[in-house]
């Protein structure tokens, strides 16, 4: 396995990404009328997804990163409850309640996932690679 030297490359973090611009692009149509608050909370988190993962590969220790992804799962979740609420509030269909709600609901596992392997790992990370 190659070793990865870019958050950018991190599969977690691409589907991170790809979920933020789904849902930002979907709540610019006009689909979450005009809760402005809602909108704000759910492009903040699912932002927020991508941006942990990203900070937390930069601190170069594994334990940080470790961290970081746990605040991601946490984003993760904060926007899965906020799908539900805008299906609740019938800003969403229940087609694409089902995509974005499926997408994040696998990012979760595959962010769970990540952090089970890099429990197990013995890499510390550049931060400590010499103490």
Known sequence: MATITRFEDLEIWQKARTLSQEIFKYIQEGGFKRDYKLIEQINAASGSIMDNIAEGFERSSRLEFINFLTYAKGSTGEVKSQLIRAVDRNYLDPGKFSYFYGSADALT?????????LNKSNIKGQKFKNR
């Open 109 to 117: 596992k595959q962010i769970t996932s990540f952090i089970g392997y």
